[in-house]
């Protein structure tokens, strides 16, 4: 009922707002009217036709001519402007007073991808791009909105250098997904605070600028020790009105799904398993015809699990209507978002997902030096799937079908009654027609003020803002329980009830989770020029809190303290110098130590602006630009010890002990252990940054590039130095901690774009990527351990395994190897390990690094083509120079008992060397080795779209901006060596472990009024 309701809300505002929207021509008092006319013009002077020209007062929309040229009629008697907001130019606003137009042209400024004027969103500050010496890079939120997918940061993939977005699960309601810069997590903020994206809508974005050094968020203090992905959400612009209204419908399907064998395949190597570990087969050569013919599926039963109760696809459904518009004065934006999508269980249940979302927001000038704005947001999302057991969680059914052998049991008796066995104790119909329902409510709000006072009285640049903010995320997952009579099948087609049917009645509540965050922060600006120089400092004070629910008894709300100071400098607009300066707390330090001052430094260099590169027809920007700096990092822990209290010495209740005999006790003595002995001698561990970058666009802006380099370097990291300490003097918690650990980290990222257009063609193709390595350089490790098993010294994305020398291809190669295997008895087929240290036996010590490595290199790229009104937009990521380890225990490690073969085993020896022998008994071919090493690279057409946008004058006569038609499309294909396991690339556990990886496709319409 609610999902109806809010359904109908969201045609109802649609509704309503085309209404108001129409509406507002005919009830506008009468006004006083002329025409101007002038020509537009981009900013190389030459006209510009085909675009809209608006009239705020009197709402007159009119387009340019082929030559650029237009007649608008305006207001006569009062102040007017006349606004031109065209894609791929700056929002253009131009007053007038009277109807006098006192410019023949209006010029319209392009928006390059990298250019002296572009806006750097930083914390607490945008400069434009000649001031910011940080390595940023910049996506609007309408370059988002192509890409199908009810998680925002997974419509980052492929766009940004240096950014990768990994999907972890893609459970309808339960989606994850999560981003790492260079190698380490992302902080995410969303206006200007840390806050959870999951719910976040494209439509809602502005901008989504992604800080990867640390001159760009020194100002947040220990906060910003991690790369900063900073999302500013859509406000309104002055005198431009705008009702944007986008719907799409479309289909989801799984990638790929893993292939397990058939009852008598599975049947036919189980017994191939057992005779090879010298025991009897299981099954009869009867029963393998049994289940090769299906002559009684009742007790020979071959089940297909993905094939029966997988869906092949699935609906995805996408709406959003918003507003926006306003003076000068008071200016707004307005947004309803659904997004909804089904889940894959062909069989009962269906996991059903519906989010709804509101955002509201409003600038607004109360006199000539104080401003404030407003900027709430609300989410309601509504899931219901297949009840896990009698707890309130999410069935997995896929938790099933990649374990159960197809053999296992059928799953009725006569239709009707439920089986399941002594060994598999699940029947997936009873799961998910019987086993109940969870409904899971989620509720968020985002609630933000700023105010701003001009203080240019006081002193002249100077300005106040302050900021605070009120957030709330709750989930509540209730649960009705419940099953089927379940039987077990006797002989002779004879069942046994094994449990009785319970019917729950009633909802009962099972997770619970409430976070609350509130933050504040105060700010003083200010911002001058003298003629060629140029000074900009703030101060920025903040503090905030963020509280669980939760019944841990280690629980500790986060508490958060800065003071930062920030100076950016600039002479001539060509020389930039920046100082950060940031005060800032840590509760894992004691009181007293607790704050720590932490610099950052930076410069930048617009040689396009020199002299020597002033009339350069080759060079239109360039920018040599770098910084260092240190920051603390209290993302960190002990293994045993409580982070935050390293400073005390904890103790734990271990029994109790009565003195006496039996009969004739003394009092009960509490016993307590040490947890952890308290340390005195450390400090935060400390992260360096140095980057070092160039930008530029070349050949009349036709080709954009950035280049930079990264070095982090972690140091003073928290530590037992355990290894380095005398047993003498005790191990475990009766060491404290102490600093001691250094790594490091260093790169190159970058990007290319080339764009240009021949008569109504236009084309832009693109790439970025990221190079990045990493070392171990002092580690708490054992003086005495061999080179070759210390960490210090080498890689970080190193593979620790075994060297395999093939397959053992006969007994007698066996009798002959004079090399112990730990791994009891070997047997022709098993895999042959290299003897690394020459001691005559494969054990641990043997355990070393070949030189492969996990992947290094992430890489995106990206081709647009458009005719007229035809775009087509093609987006690609993927992975290369790396390996992974395919040690899946459900797909390529298994021994049989209990689980089903997949596909990749029919390749095993002896019919191919491809895959070891099978068995039930020995874990000789289950180790790490080289053997399961293989190439990780892969290249996915992630994002495409295919959208058409009609005339202008077609879409001025249905009282329309625009309107446009697309299909979009995610996840098309992928080239991979591991699509020949039907495994996707991207994360090879997606639909063994839990929900595939989707592909979508959706047609839509976007109409702008």
């Known amino acids: 009922m609610k999902d109806k309701i809010l359904k109908n809300l969201l045609i109802f505002c649609t509704a309503l707002g085309l209404f108001s929207y129409s509406g507002a021509f005919a009830q506008q008092p009468e006004i006083s009217t002329t025409t101007v006319s002038a020509t537009v013009l981009d900013d190389s002077g030459e006209p510009v036709p085909d675009v809209f020209v608006m009239s705020f007062v009197t709402h007159d929309k009119v387009i340019t001519d082929s030559e650029g040229k237009f007649t608008l009629k305006v207001s006569a008697a009062s102040k007017d402007q006349i606004v031109i907001d065209e894609p791929g130019y700056e929002v253009s606003t131009t007053e007038l007073f009277g109807g006098d137009l006192m410019q023949e042209s209006i010029t319209l400024v392009k928006m390059n991808l990298i250019d002296g004027k572009n806006g750097v969103k930083l914390p607490y500050r945008e400069f434009n791009n000649n001031r910011s010496v940080s390595s940023t890079f910049a996506v609007s939120g309408e370059e988002l909105a192509s890409y199908p997918t009810t998680s925002f940061l997974d419509a980052l993939s492929g766009r940004i250098p240096g950014l990768v977005i990994e999907v972890g699960n893609t459970k309808p309601g339960h989606e994850s997904v999560s981003a ?64 944007n209204v986008t719907a799409g419908y479309g289909i989801s399907a799984p990638t790929s799904l893993p292939g397990y064998l058939d009852s008598y395949d599975y049947a036919t190597l189980f017994n191939e398993a057992l005779r090879n570990d010298g025991l009897d087969p299981l099954y009869t050569q009867a029963e393998l015809d049994a289940y090769r013919d299906g002559s009684d599926r009742l007790y020979y039963p071959s089940i297909d699990y993905y094939a029966d109760y997988v869906k092949s696809s699935t609906p995805f459904r996408k709406a959003n209507i918003n507003f926006s518009g306003g003076d000068n004065r008071v200016n707004y934006f307005s947004m309803l978002d659904y997004i909804g999508s089904d889940g894959l269980e062909a069989v009962g249940e269906q996991t059903k997902t519906d989010r709804f979302k509101l955002r509201g927001s409003a600038n607004i000038r109360i006199n000539d030096f104080i401003s404030m704005s407003v900027n709430l947001s609300g989410t309601y999302g509504h899931s219901r799937f297949p009840n896990q057991g009698s707890g309130a969680g999410a069935f997995n059914m896929f938790d099933i079908l990649s374990t159960y052998p197809s053999n296992a049991h059928a799953m009725t008796f006569n239709d009707s009654l439920l089986l399941i066995s002594d060994d598999y104790g699940v029947n997936l119909d009873n799961e998910l027609l019987y086993s109940g329902y969870a409904i899971g409510i989620d509720l968020n709000t985002q609630n933000t003020a700023n105010v701003l006072i001009d203080l240019n009285s006081l002193m002249k640049g100077l300005t106040f803002r302050g900021t605070a903010s009120f957030d709330i995320y709750s989930n509540i997952t209730t649960n009705k329980g419940g099953t089927a009579a379940l039987y077990r099948l006797l002989p002779e087609n004879e069942v046994q009830r094994i449990q009785e049917e319970v019917i729950d009645p009633t909802l009962s509540q099972g997770y619970d989770d409430f976070l609350r965050r509130t933050v504040g922060f105060l700010q003083l600006n200010y911002d001058r020029s003298f003629g060629d120089h140029a000074l900009s400092m703030h101060t920025t004070y903040f503090q905030g809190l963020v509280e669980r629910r939760t019944t841990s008894a280690n629980y500790q709300p986060d508490k958060m303290q800065d003071l930062s100071y920030r100076a950016n400098y600039a002479y001539d607009d060509r020389y930039v110098v920046q100082f950060d300066l940031a005060y800032t707390g840590s509760m894992k330090l004691p009181e007293g130590r607790r704050f720590s001052l932490y610099p950052t430094i930076g410069a930048a260099w617009v040689l396009s602006n020199e002299s020597f590169l002033g009339n350069s ?31 005390r010495t904890l103790w734990y209740d271990a029994g109790d002990w009565q003195s006496g005999i039996q009969g004739n006790k003394g009092d009960v003595i509490n016993i307590y252990n040490i947890q952890q002995a308290g340390s005195e001698d450390y400090t935060l561990p400390k992260r360096s940054y140095l980057n070092i970058g160039i930008q530029g666009e070349l050949f009349n802006r036709a080709l954009s590039a950035e280049v930079n380099y990264f070095y982090q370097k972690d140091y003073d990291q928290i530590s037992q130095k355990s290894s380095y300490t005398p047993s ?15 790594s490091g980290r260093w790169g190159v990222d970058g990007m290319i774009q080339h764009s240009g257009r021949l008569g109504d063609f236009r084309y832009n193709v693109g790439a970025n990527i990221l190079y990045t390595r990493g070392k171990y350089l002092v580690v708490d490790e054992p003086v005495a351990e061999a080179e070759y098993r210390k960490l210090a010294g080498k890689d970080r994305d190193l593979i620790w395994m075994y060297e395999a020398d093939g397959l053992f291809q006969s007994q007698n190669e066996i009798n002959t190897h004079e090399i112990i295997q730990s791994w009891g008895e070997l047997k022709p087929g098993d895999i042959r390990y290299v003897d690394y240290n020459d001691d005559d036996v494969v054990d641990e010590k043997d355990i070393h690094t070949t030189g492969a490595h996990y992947p290094r290199m992430f890489y995106g790229l990206n081709l647009s083509l458009g005719y007229r009104g035809i775009t087509l937009y093609v987006l690609g990521q993927g992975v290369a120079n790396g390996e992974i380890m395919l040690s899946n225990p459900r797909y390529f490690w298994i021994n049989g008992t209990t689980q089903n073969y997949s596909e990749p085993m029919l390749d095993r020896w002896p019919e191919t060397n491809n895959y070891p022998r099978l068995t039930t008994q020995s874990w000789n071919n289950y180790q790490g080795s080289s053997f399961w090493l293989s190439n990780a690279g892969y290249l996915r057409l992630k994002n495409v779209e295919l959208s058409y946008t009609l005339p202008k004058p077609v879409s001025q006569q249905m ?18 060596e591991l699509t020949k396991y039907s495994l996707n690339p991207e994360n090879v556990y997606l639909g063994i472990y839990d929900y595939p990886m989707y592909r979508t496709i959706t047609f839509g319409v976007t109409c702008k009024f």
């Open 180 to 243: 790492s810069i260079r190698g380490e997590s992302a902080s995410i903020y969303i206006d200007g605070i840390t806050r959870d994206p999951s719910d976040l809508s494209v439509y809602e974005v502005e901008s989504v600028q992604v800080i990867k050094d640390l001159s760009g968020r020194a100002s947040l203090g220990v906060s910003g020790v991690n790369p900063v992905i900073w999302i500013t959400t859509r406000s309104g612009k002055d005198f431009n009105r705008e009702i």
């Open 617 to 647: 027809s080759a060079v239109d920007y360039l920018k040599l630009f770098g910084s260092l700096g240190i920051m603390g990092n209290e993302d960190f822990t002990l293994e045993g010890y409580n982070s935050y209290y390293l400073y």
């Open 728 to 742: 003498l003097y005790g191990t475990g918690g009766f060491l404290p901690a102490t600093n001691f650990g250094e």
């Open 959 to 976: 009282l329309l901006r625009d309107w446009k038609i697309f299909v979009r499309a995610s996840n098309l294909l992928v080239l991979s």
